[in-house]
């Protein structure tokens, strides 16, 4: 019978290397949400707790992952950046598009903020083509329609 220290030996191998490694390693795991299989995940949190600091995991999530994040917040090895963190504010859109030399009205600066999800990206989108259009309030009405380019 293997057993699980059996089944860990490559992840045992990998901590063991990555945790005397300086400077640490920095992994990146984009969409982690779609990691649901049980051993992959168990793998996953086996490396993170045994690895100490040579190890930096950067992850990114459509919703909380299946590990047991709670456990590494506990610990103090938790750094959560969620979607509010990252959402602009009216102000902030505002100095956005005023860096790029457009003026909009508060209701205006909401509608687009609603539109774009208070998204970066689509902010910034936005603000370049605003730089181009003529009417300010007629992008705002080809925006505010499904087929937009900036809003999929």
């Known amino acids: 019978m293997r057993g699980r220290v059996g089944d860990h030996v490559f992840l045992l ?4 290397a990555l945790a005397v490694h300086d400077p640490p390693v920095t992994l990146v795991l984009d969409d982690v ?15 993170l ?12 999530s459509r919703m ?12 103090g090895e ?6 509010s963190d990252l959402a602009f504010s ?12 457009s003026t909009l009205t508060a209701c205006q600066l909401e509608c687009l903020i ?11 989108l936005a603000a370049v083509s605003l730089d181009a259009h003529p009417d300010p309030d ?11 380019a900036l809003t999929g």
């Open 13 to 16: 191998q990998l901590a063991a």
């Open 33 to 47: 949400h779609l990691l649901t299989a049980p051993k992959v995940l168990d793998g996953l949190d086996y490396v």
């Open 49 to 60: 707790r045994n690895v100490g600091p040579g190890l930096h995991l950067v992850a990114s």
């Open 64 to 75: 909380d992952p299946l590990l047991p994040v709670h456990r590494y917040r506990l610990a």
């Open 78 to 83: 938790l750094a959560e950046i969620r979607a």
């Open 90 to 101: 009216t102000a902030e859109a505002g100095l956005l598009l005023a860096r790029h030399g």
């Open 114 to 124: 609603r539109r774009t999800e208070d998204r970066a990206a689509g902010l910034r």
């Open 138 to 148: 007629q992008f705002l009405k080809e925006l505010a329609t499904e087929g937009s």
